[in-house]
């Protein structure tokens, strides 16, 4: 379909478009838009960093928005919910239809945040995005460039076995307490990009005689939820494991 054609459909026949896309139930365009994980950016589990100001998306990656009105929508519905989109987004599309396929870095900006492989709008740009989502879909393309974007991993499998540790201390009812802190590793940069590596620091510390231990590997935290794990009267004075031994 040429690119004017595509326009038009969606600046100039909005509700049959939408009609269109949600009666073949298409699996891009009527996904549900997802909340913002705010807690991950400051999890102390989070071991890279980067920031981009060029950067290339896969658009279709895009699951999700930081601005609570337009949760739970759909992607489709945002081009007729979307607060001035019919008065200012869809005809600005019409008169400069360049900006959505461009390399040049985006003017207005456009901010994502990237978790592990989910993509979220947490800047300027949803009304954009979603247009962007429908005019690239129906163009056959999936890149969108010139955005900004902060990209973040975070190791949710050891965050899952700090907090299976956490709830079998509970459980035993021992005198533990977990502390994870965010230490930074290093950091490199050039023009336009910056990137940070961490390192979660784990601490096991006995509120009754103070005494601690640091957990550095998944490994580690594994074997001292084996040693909780069995815990009892008997083993804390005939077999104890070696972490425990050394906070008890």
């Known amino acids: 379909m040429e690119i004017r ?14 009609e269109h896309v949600k009666k073949n139930n298409n699996p891009y365009l009527n996904s549900t838009i997802e909340a913002f994980p705010e807690d991950l950016i400051s999890s102390p589990f989070v071991t890279r960093e980067k920031w981009e100001n060029n950067k290339t998306v896969d658009v279709f990656e895009i699951v999700g928005i930081a601005h609570p009105n337009y949760i739970g929508l759909s992607w489709i519905d945002m081009l007729k919910e979307g607060k001035r989109m019919s008065t200012v987004n869809l005809p600005l599309l019409e008169k400069n239809p360049e900006y959505y396929l461009e390399n040049n870095p985006k003017n207005p900006t456009i901010e994502y945040t990237k978790i592990n492989d989910e993509i979220y709008i947490s800047g300027d740009g949803y009304h954009r995005t979603s247009i962007a989502k429908v005019l690239l879909y129906f163009l056959g393309q999936i890149q969108f460039s010139g955005v900004k974007c902060r990209e973040i991993e975070v190791d949710l499998r050891l965050a899952m076995f700090v907090d299976q540790a956490k709830a079998l201390i509970a459980e035993k009812k021992l005198p533990f307490i977990i502390e994870v802190k965010k230490q930074h590793v290093k950091r490199k940069d050039g023009p336009g990009w910056s990137e940070d590596f961490f390192m979660p620091e784990i601490e096991v510390i006995n509120i009754k005689n103070l005494r601690s231990i640091y957990l ?8 001292f939820i084996c040693e909780v794990n069995k815990y009892n009267l008997f083993t804390k004075f005939f077999r104890c494991g070696r972490f425990l031994r050394k906070i008890l």
């Open 5 to 18: 054609q595509v326009i038009n459909k969606i600046v100039n026949n909005t509700e049959n478009l939408i």
């Open 216 to 223: 550095k590997t998944i490994n580690e935290i594994m074997l």
